[in-house]
């Protein structure tokens, strides 16, 4: 079935693109922000208002669920958008610095905070709105231009998204689309005026979007693979564990960086939590997304799906059991996978290894905890994880041992939907972070600014003179052991120098600067 077309944007026509987009940058750089709020607001009241529009344009082009399209691609835009023009607004106004540096107590120095310029978006197939929504919203707030290149997979998707940032009363140039594949990708990477590149992908595509992003000295935000595991401690309330982690296994059909792919089971509890994992993935309803009774759609392409038949014949020749699931539902479609779970897995089995990104959830038994956390972190990848317990002190006591961007305790995936949190991986699975507060100081330049107006000379000003050798000495001195005895010892043999010392600095603000140094 045809649900849209688009044309194909030559690649000779990306750099007069870039230009156009740089020309609106300079001027939307100099609008305030609480005025860069006003198109924000009404982006997401149209994003409300459309609601209905937009995820039946995702369900029939990606393929998830439409209730499903309306709670993981459009409520996070509208969180962030939020966020935004709250939190965003106060976290990118100019910021005060208190040195305690004893020199330069006599200085005020502040922070401010200017965008880079235009970047290029190169978005992915799985989450074709709410990922490349979010980063544009981000990046339009803190003065940037972009220039959004959709997944040759869901173009009318990317399509709309600049449509709608058109209708808000955004700059007509400052958001752009470029519909194409890899000779569209490198044509705006090469591009000497994109100064950033935000790209969401796999991760060997991720390594060539890096490379050739080096060339130009270009910003690089990588948001790549995933094998997340989940850990369930033998005290894990049962039913509420099966059934989340069910979900975060399943939804968009696996097709999520962040799914659970890995589930690493206390002895005690593991043979009740494969019946009841095996429950919740017997009850998930698979169909057309557009019904509105249907929990899993089918998958993109093929390719997904012999990905996940090739995980799973390796695993059944390893000694893994499929309870449940395993098969291609032809009656359904070509594209259609059943939810699978493979027990009795091993760490030499590919699922346990490569990321499937399709209806495929492994477990295996451990001794302990510890052993659980060990195994978590032996993969190149460092998304996100999950732990599955009663006992908060044990959680909180596991977290950080967690090589990954997030852990969510008895959820997942919670960071990518709360706009405070922060999105991004450890090893493979990403470089930079979006979201939040450290997100949105990713698509910025801090720029420090020092100002002293005494008129005086500094002390390590020329000319170099035997007395700035003792001062310099003794505060060294002072700097190697500080104590309130040793910095009154030194203030005392530093009184001989004062009147040298009040042509550089107010000596009651250096020795407040000392001082501060005991604290």
Known sequence: MVVGEVSTTPPEAIAPMIERAHRAYLAWREV???????????????????????AELIAREQGKPYIEAMIVELFPPLDVSAFLMHEGVRLLQPRRVRSKNPFFSDRRSTYYFHPYG????????????????T?????????????????PLTPLTGAKIVELFQRAGFPEELVQVVQGGAPQGAAMLDHPTVRGVIFTGSVPVGRTVAEQAARTHKKVILELGGKDPAIVLSDADLQHTAQGIAWAAMVNAGQT???????????????????????????????????????????????????????????????????????????????????TL?????????????????????????????EAVRKANASAFGLTASIWTRDRRKALQLAPQLECGSVSVNSHIVAY??????????????????HGEFGLYELVQPQYVSEVYTGKPELWWYPYSERVHRITDWLMEFLATPSLRMG????????????????????????????????
């Open 257 to 339: 960086c962040a799914s659970i792919e890995r589930v690493y089971v206390e002895q005690p509890l593991y043979e009740p939590f494969l019946n009841a994992l095996r429950e919740q993935l017997a009850q998930i309803r698979m169909g057309h997304p557009m019904s509105r009774t249907v929990d899993m759609g089918p998958l993109i392409a093929p390719f997904q799906c012999e990905r996940v038949q090739r995980h799973i014949q390796d695993a059944c020749a390893k000694g893994g059991r499929v309870l449940v699931g395993g098969r291609v539902r032809a009656d359904l479609g070509e594209l259609y996978h059943e939810p």
């Open 488 to 519: 009154g010892t030194t203030l005392r043999r530093l009184l001989p120098e004062l009147r040298y010392l009040t042509r550089h600095f107010t000596p009651t603000k250096m020795s407040g600067g000392l001082i501060r140094y005991l604290r």
């Open 118 to 133: 235009v970047w290029a978006v190169i978005a992915p197939w799985n989450y074709p709105f709410t990922i490349p929504m």
């Open 32 to 54: 305030p922000l609480h005025r860069r709020v006003e198109p924000l607001r009404r982006l997401k009241r149209l994003i409300l208002q459309e609601r209905h529009a937009i």
């Open 342 to 370: 493979v027990a009795d897995a091993t760490d030499d089995m590919l699922g346990m290894q490569e990321e499937t990104f399709g209806p495929l959830v492994m477990v295996q038994s451990v001794e302990s905890a510890e």
């Open 417 to 434: 939907g709360d706009s405070y949190g922060v999105w991004g991986g450890f090893k493979d699975s990403g470089v930079g972070r979006t």
């Open 135 to 151: 980063q544009l919203m981000a990046l339009t707030l803190s003065g940037n231009a972009a220039v959004l290149k959709p997944s």
